[in-house]
């Protein structure tokens, strides 16, 4: 299995443009990622970067309307039928903002999620298999990586507690049970080690400045 996961990362590349760079952050519910995007989009903006902060699903006018369509589904969809509606909404992100934005000197993308959701969620969670969703994102232009991927690894509890603190209501996948966000987690750990060179394991039960000072100097040592 393993090695058939080894074979499938060779149909993947990172884009090319000198000096710009592809980010991605990834973790559960609660994780912190978006606090940790505007950190981010501070210091690169610092050293003198364009920066454009993206969401998935979403993104794009078409992909809004996908992240409709998947969050507020009022029956469960199969795990196909969601693996394929998070992958139109990122082929056209791709198309319209990312790959344009990444061709320009000095740019950066930064992305709230990306392909390891899509191997978490519906790889591990929901069971689809990590190899089915390589498969399904070989392709031209989901064939793209990130340079870089920030994984903001939390427990459950600390996911519960700080979904509970903001006491907003859940969507689709946010009700779902404690078995599940394991599955997640056990999903995140194991692409954490298959991609090894890309994504960095950031324990993120911290606070928010100790997860911001451990990203700052990791970007100080790739990005000038
Ligand atoms: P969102 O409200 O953006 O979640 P968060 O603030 O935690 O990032 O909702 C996106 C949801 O979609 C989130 O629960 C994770 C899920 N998701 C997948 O299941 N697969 C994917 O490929 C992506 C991009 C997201």
Redesign the pocket.
């Known amino acids: 299995m393993q090695n058939s996961l080894q074979h499938l990362k060779s149909f993947y590349i990172t884009p090319e443009t000198p000096e710009s760079y592809f980010l991605s952050l990834e ?5 912190g ?2 606090t940790q995007i505007k950190f981010l989009e501070k210091i690169l903006i610092k050293k003198g970067y364009r920066v454009l902060s993206l ?4 993104g794009t006018e078409f992909g809004e309307r996908l ?1 409709e369509a ?2 507020k589904s009022s029956t469960p969809l199969h795990p196909l039928a ?2 394929h509606l ?2 139109a ?2 082929a056209q992100l791709l198309k319209e903002k990312i790959l344009p934005f990444l061709l320009q000197p000095k740019s950066i993308v930064i992305l ?4 390891d ?6 790889g591990q ?2 069971k689809l298999g990590f190899k089915t969703v390589l498969e399904l994102h070989q392709h031209n232009p989901l064939n793209i990586l990130p340079h870089r991927t920030f994984y903001l690894d939390i427990p459950l509890e600390v996911s519960w507690e700080r979904q509970n603190l903001r006491g907003q209501e859940k ?4 009700s779902e049970k404690a078995d599940f966000y394991n599955e997640l987690i056990t999903g995140y750990q194991q692409m954490a080690g298959l991609f090894s060179d890309r994504i960095l394991t950031i324990d993120a039960r911290g606070s928010v400045e100790e997860v911001s000072t451990y990203i700052e100097q990791d970007i100080e040592r790739f990005i000038k």
């Open positions: 973790g559960i519910e609660g994780s990622k978006s969401r998935e699903p979403g992240r998947i969050l969601e693996c998070f992958l909404s990122r709230d999620r990306y392909i959701s899509t191997l978490a969620y519906q969670a929901r969507d689709y996948f946010e």
